[in-house]
């Protein structure tokens, strides 16, 4: 049974960072590719960050060069680290990992920008 457990969201500054972390169980991260998700009040879940089985990793516009995705494989981790964040962040942040033709989430973690 695969398992996604977030954590490391929270309140932080406009300008600060956040690292958010997806232990997961039942898939192992370093042959999946692996993704994190965000979703807004009254907006549809979208697409943050990606990384392959690879370690090729892909990013969506409006996070390129302030959030960087990774993964530990002795740790069946991934991180999501953002960096210069902006209120319009403000979201459910959702692990994500696709396996046997089914895709699972994470319960999320909210991440708050604000002054």
């Known amino acids: 049974q695969v398992q996604l457990v977030e954590s490391g969201g929270g309140l932080v500054q406009p300008g600060g960072s956040l690292r958010l972390s997806c232990v997961a169980s039942?898939?192992?991260?370093?042959?999946?590719?692996m993704a994190w998700y965000r979703q807004a009040p009254g907006k549809q879940r979208d697409l943050v960050a990606g990384i392959t089985s690879f370690g090729t990793t892909n990013y969506a516009d409006p996070v390129k060069g302030r959030f960087t995705i990774s993964r530990d494989n002795a740790k069946n981790t991934v991180y999501l680290q953002m960096n210069i964040l902006k209120p319009d962040d403000t979201a459910v942040y959702y692990c994500?990992?696709?396996?046997?033709?089914?895709?699972?989430w994470g319960q999320g973690t909210q991440v708050t920008v604000s002054s």
């Open positions: 039942g898939v192992i991260v370093g042959t999946y590719t």
């Open positions: 994500n990992v696709q396996k046997s033709l089914q895709a699972y």
